[in-house]
């Protein structure tokens, strides 16, 4: 079985351009979840789908950060425009709607903005 | 505020040696607490999980403990081998609400060296 896949796996951007991350869930995991990790902090919570409803976005930072969930499989988190303070790890987990709190993790998209 | 704290941030070791890593949390209510091991560039691998009732729980060569009461867990790492090293944090969930948030520690860092 696959496992949750992110795309790119590292992307460099200069402040001011538009980014595109991409999660694909393990299939039939209907909770999708955004995190992300800034230089020496913690791993933080961005927002929850449950197939393509968000559930909650209440860690998503500003409204320069749109994600979506279309047809709820895949997730694309859009950054625009990038600023300095957005570099860091995102990370995308899925799980089961029956055992939601067995989150699997993506490895990840490391985004620098220069 | 919810935090979960770590130490030691880092920890150095002898292939072989045995090592416990710490963690206290304040997130209440309480639902569960895990340990995830993440190696570098790949994203985090859950080990045990423990909910409320548990105090230990055994994973191979990790062992994590769980105090509810005072609201401190340790993970137990015997006979440590050069694949160990990687980053270990621990992640506490809230109990309710309508998503299944995790908060994570800022990690232990462990090399094992031969």
């Known amino acids: 079985e696959a496992g949750v896949t992110q795309f790119p796996s590292h992307s460099v951007i200069e402040k001011g351009q538009t980014v595109t991350l991409r999660c694909d869930p393990i299939?039939?995991?209907?909770?999708l979840y955004w995190y992300r990790r800034v230089m020496g902090k913690e791993i933080k919570f961005l927002l929850h789908?449950?197939?393509?409803?968000?559930?909650?976005e209440s860690g998503m930072p500003n409204n320069r950060f749109l994600a979506e969930r279309t047809g709820g499989t895949y997730s694309t988190l859009k950054v625009q425009p990038a600023e300095l303070e957005d570099s860091g790890v995102y990370f995308c987990?899925?799980?089961?709607?029956?055992?939601?709190?067995?989150?699997?993790f993506g490895p990840g998209t490391r985004l620098t903005v220069t | 505020k919810n935090q979960v704290e770590q130490s030691p941030q880092s920890l150095i070791i002898l292939e072989g040696k045995n090592c416990t890593l710490q963690c206290n949390y304040t997130v209440s209510p309480f639902s569960n607490l895990r340990w995830y091991k993440q190696d570098t560039g790949r994203g985090p691998v859950s080990l045990t999980i423990?909910?409320?009732?548990?105090n230990t729980k055994s994973n191979g060569r990790y062992t994590a403990t769980l105090d509810a009461d005072t609201k401190q867990s340790s993970l137990h790492i015997t006979a440590s081998q050069l694949s160990d090293s990687a980053s270990y944090i621990c992640v506490v969930s809230e109990m309710g609400g309508a998503t299944n948030k995790l908060i994570f520690g800022t990690g232990t860092l462990l090399a094992v060296q031969p």
């Open positions: 987990a899925s799980s089961q709607v029956k055992n939601p709190y067995e989150q699997y």
């Open positions: 789908f449950v197939k393509e409803s968000k559930q909650d």
């Open positions: 423990m909910t409320f009732s548990e």
């Open positions: 299939s039939g995991h209907d909770n």
